[in-house]
């Protein structure tokens, strides 16, 4: 019985730690300014800032979509950025591959005259 017990539990904990993606870390040095449309804002768990992250997916100027990390929720709701679907914003952000996926960490977003930092010069989340 005990055996049945921890071969069930290893079961459970193997999807667990496959699941952990390991975050690239940010590199200042390969920064790019990224300019598009706000498709959609999205709050969901994320390994990058360790909680509830805010995401935007971008449509690129070549029409491609890309998710951009920003923040924890509740630095975004802090610094009360409302983006909305169509906003046009420029990412100064760090492009790598994160999940699978092509993916910017973002350490500043333009968007009109309003700027918001999440990173400092160094690339340190500052949330």
């Known amino acids: 019985m005990k055996s049945i017990i921890a071969m069930f539990l290893a079961i459970l904990t193997v999807p667990a730690f496959a699941q952990t993606a390991k975050v690239p870390k940010y590199n200042p040095a390969a920064e790019t300014v990224f300019k598009g449309t706000v498709e959609q804002m999205r709050d969901r768990s994320c390994p990058v800032s360790g909680s509830m992250g805010s995401h935007i997916v ?38 790598t591959e ?3 996926v092509p993916t910017i960490f973002a350490r500043s977003v333009k968007h009109g005259m309003d700027e918001f930092m999440f990173r400092d010069k160094d690339g ?3 949330w």
């Open 98 to 100: 994160f999940e699978g």
């Open 58 to 95: 971008l449509r690129m100027e070549n029409n491609s979509l890309i998710e951009v990390h920003l923040a924890t929720t509740e630095f975004t709701k802090m610094v009360e950025m409302n983006l909305r679907p169509g906003d046009r914003v420029e990412v100064t952000g760090f492009q």
């Open 124 to 126: 340190n989340p500052v």
